[in-house]
């Protein structure tokens, strides 16, 4: 099995920071990329940034100079630094990896999500 555990989530002021730490841990063999999905009340679930073993990253129009994405490889661990935070960021926001098992067999994984909220 593998997991995903998001941290760092809460309550903050609009034009403050959060940052945000995803974990991976389980049966891994190789991860190829990891990445933040958001998902605002009564809205779909939406792409905020990706970034591969390479440390190629992509990034939503919305987070673009705002938000960065980086990963520490050893750790299996990604995070997201955000900063100049707007209301419309208020979101469940979801981890995800895409990885290899130690079976060899391909997988998509998600967190359990974290909450944050932009609200003065």
């Known amino acids: 099995q593998v997991q995903l555990v998001e941290s760092g989530g809460g309550l903050v002021q609009p034009g403050g920071s959060l940052r945000l730490s995803c974990a991976a841990s389980?049966?891994?063999?190789?991860?190829?990329?990891m990445g933040w999905y958001r998902q605002a009340l009564g809205k779909e679930r939406e792409l905020v940034a990706t970034?591969?073993?390479?440390?190629?990253?992509v990034y939503a129009e919305s987070a673009k100079g705002r938000f960065t994405i980086s990963r520490d490889s050893a750790k299996n661990t990604v995070y997201l630094q955000m900063n100049s935070l707007k209301p419309e960021d208020t979101a469940v926001y979801y981890c995800?990896?895409?990885?290899?098992?130690?079976?060899?067999?391909?997988?998509?994984?998600w967190g359990q999500g974290t909450l944050v909220t932009v609200s003065s």
């Open positions: 995800n990896a895409d990885l290899t098992t130690s079976t060899w067999h391909p997988l998509s994984a």
């Open positions: 389980g049966s891994i063999f190789s991860i190829h990329a």
């Open positions: 970034i591969t073993s390479g440390s190629s990253t």
